[in-house]
Structures are given as structure tokens and as C-alpha cells.
T-cell receptor, first 115, second 113 residues
Framework: DADVTQTPRNRITKTGKRIMLECSQT?????MYWYRQDPGLGLQLIYY???????NKGEISDGYSVSRQAQAKFSLSLESAIPNQTALYFC??????????????FGPGTRLTVL | AQKVTQAQTEISVVEKEDVTLDCVYE???????LFWYKQPPSGELVFLIR??????QNEISGRYSWNFQKSTSSFNFTITASQVVDSAVYFC??????????FGAGTILRVKS
């Protein structure tokens, strides 16, 4: 079984709809992240969480919110989806590693299309 | 500010050619990690290598090799004797304290038979 899972894997929705993307991990890591990938831009950090009570904005948090329901679960919500949020979304997890930098393990990605 | 630049947007080679993907990074931190990831057409991110800032030894893994040079802030990736299965998008990334990853824009590698 995969260590980091994302649901759904693909989603098509309409402008204005509320969407939730879910991420679960079995690695026992404290830290979880949401990234967005657009063609030609690499991955950009949306939100990250270092533990259940710690939520932080990343580079591109506008239009998104998150919820850390448990150590193993981190959800990303689009309150009112718009077409330019069409992208590939990745969840990742890590421990604190050495020097505060741990390897990040990525989920398989969710392809979201907003019409 | 932390930044990763992959100047090569797309590279096309013929099978069995060697190819080098360039990565230049910027950071003021003395402790950081550099990564390479592969993204095949299926979309998942495949971890290739992690290198910390204190280890400048080059690394070879099969047909893959990495050249880390702090003096030029570069972490280049070479595929020897490329194969069609190497066709993918390759990302270089920088991780610094707080464990946030900064990605380059990626290089699309097309290997033709």
C-alpha cells in the first residue's frame, strides 16, 4: 500500500463549486504539505503543517484553505473554485530530519479541472 | 531569497546520447539539501537523489550521475546512454531550514529512438 494517498485522483468541477482534496499518510510523519503544479512553473507550496495545531501559508495560499484533522490527514479546500485553479495538486509528508530538513515523500497527485 | 533555476526548458536527444540537465540555486543558508525528482508522463514524482550542503562528493547511480559544486551553486544531473524510458520532466529542488521545498521550473527531456 502507498505511504501517501490522495483522493480523488482526478476531479472535474465547475466554477464556484467547493472542492476538497484529501491526503492521508501512513509514514508517521508530523509534517505535511500541499503543492500545486502548473506547466512551466514547477511545484509551488500552498500550505504546510508541522503538527496538528500548526498551519502555515505557503507561496500561493490565496483561494485555498486547509484542515489538519489528525497527524495522518491533511485536507485542501477550494472554497469557490475558479478556472485558473486547474492544476495538478500534490500532497507530501516529511519528518523533521537532520538540521530541521527531512526528505519529503509525495503522493500520486490529484488532477483538478475547473470549467 | 531561495531560488532554483533550470534554464533548459526542453532537451531532445537520440537514444544512447549522454545528456546533462543543469540546476543553479540561490540561498544564503549554509545548511540545505538539494534534490532531483523525475516526473514521468503518468504524473507521479519519483525521488532520484538528495544531497546535503556539506557533501560535495559527486555521486553515480547506474546511468545517473550528479555533480554538486558549491562554488558555482550548481547541482547538475547527467544521464549516460539515455533511453526512451528516461523521457520525463526533471525537477531540481532546494530544501532549507523549515523544510520548505523550492522547485525549479523543470526540464522536459525527450529521448527519441
Amino acid at each position: 500500500d502507498a505511504d501517501v494517498t490522495q483522493t480523488p485522483r482526478n476531479r472535474i468541477t465547475k466554477t464556484g463549486k467547493r472542492i476538497m482534496l484529501e491526503c492521508s499518510q501512513t509514514k508517521g510523519h508530523d509534517r505535511m504539505y500541499w503543492y500545486r503544479q502548473d506547466p512551466g512553473l514547477g511545484l509551488q507550496l500552498i500550505y504546510y503543517s508541522f503538527d496538528v495545531k500548526d498551519i502555515n501559508k505557503g507561496e500561493i495560499s490565496d483561494g485555498y484553505s486547509v484542515s489538519r484533522q489528525a497527524q495522518a490527514k491533511f485536507s485542501l479546500s477550494l472554497e469557490s473554485a475558479i478556472p485558473n485553479q486547474t492544476a495538478l495538486y500534490f500532497c507530501a509528508t516529511s519528518d523533521s530530519g537532520t538540521s530541521g530538513i527531512g526528505e519529503q515523500f509525495f503522493g500520486p497527485g490529484t488532477r483538478l479541472t475547473v470549467l | 531569497a531561495q531560488k532554483v533555476t533550470q534554464a533548459q526548458t526542453e532537451i531532445s536527444v537520440v537514444e544512447k546520447e549522454d545528456v546533462t540537465l543543469d540546476c543553479v540555486y540561490e540561498t544564503r543558508d549554509t545548511t540545505y539539501y538539494l534534490f532531483w525528482y523525475k516526473q514521468p508522463p503518468s504524473g507521479e514524482l519519483v525521488f532520484l537523489i538528495r544531497r546535503n550542503s556539506f557533501d560535495e562528493q559527486n555521486e553515480i547511480s547506474g546511468r545517473y550521475s550528479w555533480n554538486f559544486q558549491k562554488s558555482t551553486s550548481s547541482f547538475n544531473f547527467t544521464i549516460t546512454a539515455s533511453q526512451v524510458v528516461d523521457s520525463a520532466v526533471y525537477f531540481c529542488a532546494l530544501a532549507f531550514y523549515g523544510n520548505k521545498l523550492v522547485f525549479g521550473a523543470g526540464t522536459i527531456l525527450r529521448v527519441k529512438s
